[in-house]
């Protein structure tokens, strides 16, 4: 059984050269250079409230989501009322508008825009700018006085005051091209002048070149990892595990570190929109070799909010794999961001010497 094949492609995260990314490495110029020189434009808009965007280098999953989630919380114990701002990918709304998780679907306003609602306000915007003005508008319950947009960091549209980069360290950049032959939205020179500090999630040694490049330009350095918090009675029974994410294989293999027997893995593309018949084969599939269905967050967010009765059978017979993030030196990043904070209070504040008045 498998799902169908949308993802990024294999031979992205393979060091060297391959056959496919020669073939793609002119469009992959061409691509990366528009994505870099946009970068360079002017913003067209500053929010009233400060923007920290969560984002990365590459095409494809590195915990933005999470991580947001993770460094909300650590805002909110501060004091503060952190909201979230996104695109909303893989809804059909345009916004701005504040999720309601009584009214909105995944098809509405995306399963990532579903999962931060949970944690706090959540604005979907097509335009960036026009979310940040909505979302500083806001007043009590939903008021917001600091703004974690989730991806964005190759949108020069919204002023941003801090840009956190994350990195994978088990793939890093991949094999360095841009994409349609690699994983990377524009070269690493261009893209890195604009990040004010890196985050490595996980283990491994694939992203060292990334961490030189940001230590050669003084930029801090914090480490994170994803931890799984799997539910009672995951591992009495052998696993069907189905997860359309931008790489499943992470999943697996979390659910093989809890203990889990895999016994079947299914891969669908990213964001995606389970039809009928694909639930019900998965459903069939679980029932007559007996095994647990177990898929992540986003996944449920998009089957218990699809229509069809189908998609509810299949949510209330899969379990999830709940994962946090845990950011190690989060009293540091947390300095940053108030440093951040002062900065632009202190560049906002009238100057010493200025006047209200009319001139003489």
């Known amino acids: 059984m498998s799902g169908a094949f949308s993802r990024a492609p294999a031979f992205w995260w393979r060091k060297g050269l391959s056959w496919q990314s020669l073939l793609l490495a002119i469009p992959g110029l061409i691509y990366g250079r528009i994505t870099g020189q946009r970068m360079k434009a ?29 460094l909300a919380r650590a805002l909110e114990a501060q004091g503060l009322r952190p909201g979230f701002l996104l695109r909303g990918y893989g809804g059909r709304e ?67 005051d801090l840009s956190l980069v994350l990195v994978d360290a088990a793939t890093g950049l991949g094999n360095g091209l841009c994409f349609p032959a690699g994983p990377l939205r524009a070269p690493l020179r261009q893209q890195i002048v604009h990040a004010d ?3 490595l999630v996980g283990e491994g040694t694939a992203a060292d070149e990334v961490v030189h490049q940001a230590a050669r330009r003084g930029l801090p350095l914090y480490h994170a990892r994803i931890e799984a918090r799997p539910e009672a009675g995951l591992t009495d029974r052998p696993v069907l595990a189905f997860a359309g994410i931008g790489r499943p294989e992470k999943f697996f293999a979390s659910l093989e570190s809890c203990g889990c027997t895999l016994a079947c893995k299914v891969a669908f593309p990213d964001h995606h929109a389970f039809s009928e018949a694909e639930t019900e084969k998965l459903l069939l599939e679980a029932e007559r070799e007996d095994w647990q269905l ?8 998009r089957l218990r909010t699809a229509t069809g009765e189908i998609h509810r059978w299949l949510s209330a017979r899969t379990k999830v794999l709940p994962v946090e993030m845990v950011i190690d030196q989060q009293a540091r990043l947390l300095g940053q961001i108030n440093e951040m904070r002062r900065l632009r209070v202190f560049r906002q504040a009238p100057s010493a010497g200025s006047s209200s008045g009319d001139p003489a």
């Open 42 to 70: 002017a913003p067209s808009g500053k929010s009233a409230i400060p923007v920290i965007c969560v984002g990365n280098f590459v095409l494809g999953g590195a915990g933005k989501t999470p991580f947001s989630i993770a």
């Open 197 to 199: 500090a890196l985050v």
């Open 294 to 301: 177990v898929t992540t967050a986003k996944d449920m967010a």
């Open 94 to 160: 345009k916004g701005p508008l504040l999720v309601d998780l009584d009214r909105h679907s995944a098809s509405d306003v995306g399963d990532e825009a579903l999962l931060l609602a949970e944690v706090a306000p959540t604005v979907v915007s097509a335009d960036r700018v026009a979310g940040a003005r909505f979302a500083a508008s806001l007043a009590d319950p939903a008021a917001i006085d600091i703004l974690l947009m989730d991806d964005g960091f190759q949108n020069p549209a919204l002023c941003k």
